[in-house]
């Protein structure tokens, strides 16, 4: 079995942003700008972000948070994505989701400027990505492609099987992967699947994004199958500093020594949707410095 380092991964794609950074900063250039709005105090979320804006620092970009109260309103939070749509110096900016159940996520989404949209959560994007034109690509799914290419394993023809069909992660993934150049044959799967194990023996590589702790079991995957866990669900744990660990959606310890390749949880996808969600940065900049 074949640990998927994400951590490792994730820096090889830190540096080579870092260097392209210090390139536009010894041209006399100001550097990549990404701005996250974060709305209430959703613990998981506040993390996030934080991650999110150290790696930023990490690479030479500028960054910054605007915090927002739990009760903002829905057109105080549109006012303020619309300033950072007009403003230049901002190339990149996310509105870390979930968001409090009295604002509309999709308008929320929608009044995004796609050209600035990192995340990729824009319907204009979404509809490009499915199309196969350029776009920004959910950091999530990206980081997966990239760690399938960094690992070298090969897409080309395999039965594919996603659980889960989040507009995040599930339903991109699948596009994703069915198109060129990764050529699979995608089967999405989800809560309200029929004998999921019929369809998980047979895969070649199982993407576990179905938000359920330890899902997965060994009895349902077939011998040498890659895996890779996309969930994080945070389980109490009075053993732990901070009362919690967090746990992804595969039976780890009873199923990796079934498999060809496996992402271990935290340190598998999670630091490779950071990397991702930089280069998405870098390339708004790009595109920004053309306008
Ligand atoms: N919530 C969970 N994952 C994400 C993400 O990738 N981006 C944003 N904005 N919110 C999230």
């Not at 380092?5 to 041209?27: C, F, L, M, R």
């Not at 960054?63 to 939070?77: A, G, H, Y």
């Not at 300033?83 to 990149?92: T, Y």
Request: hydrophobic share 40%; glycine share 8%.
């Amino acid at each position: 079995m074949i640990l998927l380092d994400g951590k490792k991964a994730s820096a090889i794609v830190q540096e080579t942003i870092a260097k392209e950074v210090s390139s536009i900063k010894k041209q006399g250039k100001r550097p990549p700008h990404l701005v996250a709005i974060l709305v209430g105090k959703n613990g998981a979320s506040v993390t996030y972000v934080n991650n999110k804006v150290t790696a930023c620092e990490r690479v030479g970009f500028n960054s910054s948070i605007i915090e927002l109260p739990e009760n903002v309103t829905q057109d105080e939070l549109l006012k303020k994505i619309k300033e950072l749509n007009e403003d230049n110096n901002i190339d990149g900016f996310i509105v870390q989701l979930p968001l409090p159940k009295h604002i509309n996520e999709q308008e929320v989404l929608l009044s995004i400027n796609p050209d600035k949209d990192a995340d990729g959560f824009h319907p204009t994007n979404f509809g490009r990505m499915a199309l196969g034109l350029e776009s920004f690509i959910p950091a999530t799914p990206y980081g997966i492609l990239e760690l399938l290419t960094q690992y070298q394993i090969p897409t080309e023809g395999k039965n594919v099987v996603v659980i889960g069909r989040s507009d995040i992660v599930g339903k991109p993934i699948s596009i994703l992967l069915s198109q060129k150049p990764w050529n699979a044959t995608v089967t999405l799967t989800h809560s309200r699947t029929h004998n999921l194990t019929d369809y998980t023996k047979k895969a070649d590589i199982i993407i576990a994004a179905i938000g359920i702790p330890n899902f997965l079991k060994a009895e349902m995957i077939k011998d040498g199958v890659v895996i890779i866990d996309v969930g994080i669900t945070r389980v109490e744990d009075s053993s732990s500093k901070k009362g919690f660990r967090i746990v992804g959606d595969v039976d780890f310890e009873n199923v990796k020594e079934k498999t060809s390749h496996i992402t271990p949880v935290p340190g598998g996808v999670g630091p490779m949707t950071i990397a991702m969600l930089l280069k998405n940065t870098l390339n708004a900049y790009i595109r920004n410095q053309k306008r």
